[in-house]
T-cell receptor, first 111, second 112 residues
Framework: GEDVEQSLFLSVREGDSSVINCTYT??????LYWYKQEPGAGLQLLTY?????DMKQDQRLTVLLNKKDKHLSLRIADTQTGDSAIYFC???????????FGSGTRLSIRP | GAGVSQTPSNKVTEKGKYVELRCDPI?????LYWYRQSLGQGPEFLIY????????DSGLPNDRFFAVRPEGSVSTLKIQRTERGDSAVYLC??????????FGEGSRLTVL
């Protein structure tokens, strides 16, 4: 079955860019998502990209997709303390299929 | 409603008891998903409904777990003979079939 891998931790200085990486195994994945989870809160959809796209930008967020390497990344520009959270990469086969999540990357911000 | 609503937000039960968890999806959303999230892990898929029918129940861990969505709106996840290993946050999500899933805040289940 599909496997989604992420590094567990990332620490960045406030104001720097954060880059969170994700790899997945199933090349037929069509929808690729980034979710954010703050402590004690639910999952918030940040952005998603279709597999026929290489890049998507939304304000401070940039998603890059390397379909050949099955690698997805999320870049957060000008990282702020409010960006501290766990970020989950997730993939789906269609608009209505199940979504498989990675284990999440905990982003911490240094002053 | 404005978002996905899950009740109860917290449930403490004893090993061997029966538990029901409820999900009210966003009005008009035809797709409904149940996930389970253990501490330090990502959400684990359980079951997905399209309308009233279970389109994919491949994530249900065993026959103690069952979910229904009789009228295509509210869904109930039912767990029989609960075990300590069932302790987790159970998440519900709904979608309009366009790929965007919206999650509720979850029901935290603790089995003593």
């Amino acid at each position: 079955g599909e496997d989604v891998e992420q590094s567990l931790f990332l620490s960045v200085r406030e104001g720097d860019s954060s880059v969170i990486n994700c790899t997945y195994t199933d090349s037929s994945s069509t929808y690729l998502y980034w979710y954010k989870q703050e402590p004690g809160a639910g999952l918030q959809l940040l952005t998603y990209i279709f597999s026929n796209m290489d890049m998507k930008q939304d304000q401070r967020l940039t998603v890059l997709l390397n379909k050949k390497d099955k690698h997805l990344s999320l870049r957060i520009a000008d990282t702020q303390t409010g960006d501290s959270a766990i970020y989950f990469c997730a993939v789906g086969y269609s608009s209505a299929s199940k979504i498989i999540f990675g284990s999440g990357t905990r982003l911490s911000i240094r002053p | 409603g404005a978002g996905v609503s899950q009740t109860p937000s917290n449930k403490v039960t004893e090993k061997g008891k029966y538990v029901e968890l409820r999900c009210d999806p966003i009005s008009g959303h035809t797709a409904l998903y149940w996930y389970r999230q253990s501490l330090g892990q990502g959400p684990e898929f359980l079951i997905y409904f399209q309308g009233t029918g279970a389109a994919d129940d491949s994530g249900l861990p065993n026959d103690r777990f069952f979910a229904v969505r009789p009228e295509g709106s509210v869904s109930t996840l039912k767990i029989q003979r609960t075990e300590r290993g069932d302790s987790a946050v159970y998440l519900c999500a709904s979608g309009a079939g366009d790929g965007e899933l919206f999650f509720g805040e979850g029901s935290r289940l603790t089995v003593l």
